[in-house]
């Protein structure tokens, strides 16, 4: 059981608007801000949003944001390579551990 | 640009020990924090370690506390991460991951490819 909670599966067509989202608590989410993380058919994870911030070369169509215990990842002008698993983390304090949600697999119809 | 490369994967038996490497390269290695996170076969990530830019403070997963150790090589721009005891749940894709500052921070900014490493007898 994971920390955090994500959906399972999300998806959506090319050109549309979603939303992925990452509920946890005030020991984690609560505290601190959310890096997301895309992993496109279990190959290296790649860093695509760290707050509200997008890191160099990641397309502005991502963005994130955060509202009491949950986070979330808009993706807005979905892409055919946007296809892929989406992972949230952050710190968790209480843990003294950095923890992960369960992932949420999104699909470009 | 960052570059993370893992090596030291492979099959070991259950009780076994294996050492695990990330070379780093485009950055100044010495000045960041690293972590090591893990992906078992069909499931999602799962962080395992982490140690400060100069090794003075390390942090590990409930699930290989004692039986893990994280360290770190400045002068060779080497990670490595020890894995001793080993269990079949250990089984996993190992990646090794940058943190954006010298200490502690709530994500990571760049990963490698990762290393495999199956436990099995």
């Known amino acids: 059981q994971s920390a955090l909670t994500q959906e399972a599966s999300v998806s959506g067509t090319v050109g549309q608007k979603v939303t992925l989202s990452c509920t946890g608590n005030s020991n984690n989410i609560g505290s601190y801000a959310v890096g997301w993380y895309q992993q496109i058919s279990h190959g290296a994870p790649k860093t695509v949003m760290f707050?509200?911030s997008l890191p160099s070369g990641i397309p502005d169509r991502f963005s994130g944001s955060k509202s009491g215990t949950t986070a979330s990842l808009t993706i807005s002008g979905l892409q055919p390579e946007d296809e892929a698993d989406y992972y949230c983390s952050t710190w968790d304090y209480s843990l003294s551990a950095w923890v992960f949600g369960g992932g949420t697999k999104l699909t470009v119809l | 640009q960052v570059q993370l490369v893992e090596s030291g994967g492979g099959v070991v038996q259950p009780g076994g020990s294996l050492r695990l490497s990330c070379a780093a390269s485009g950055f100044t290695f010495s000045s960041y924090g690293m972590h090591w996170v893990r992906q078992a076969p069909g499931k999602g990530l799962e962080w395992v370690a982490f140690i400060r830019y100069d090794g003075s403070n390390k942090y590990y997963a409930d699930s290989v506390k004692g039986r893990f150790t994280i360290s770190r090589d400045n002068s060779k721009n080497t990670l490595y991460l020890q894995m001793n005891s080993l269990r079949a749940e250990d089984t996993a894709v190992y990646y090794c991951?940058?943190?954006?500052?010298?200490?502690?921070?709530?994500?990571?900014?760049?990963w490698g490819q990762g290393t495999l490493v199956t436990v099995s007898s």
């Open positions: 707050g509200n």
């Open positions: 991951a940058k943190g954006p500052a010298p200490g502690w921070d709530y994500y990571f900014d760049y």
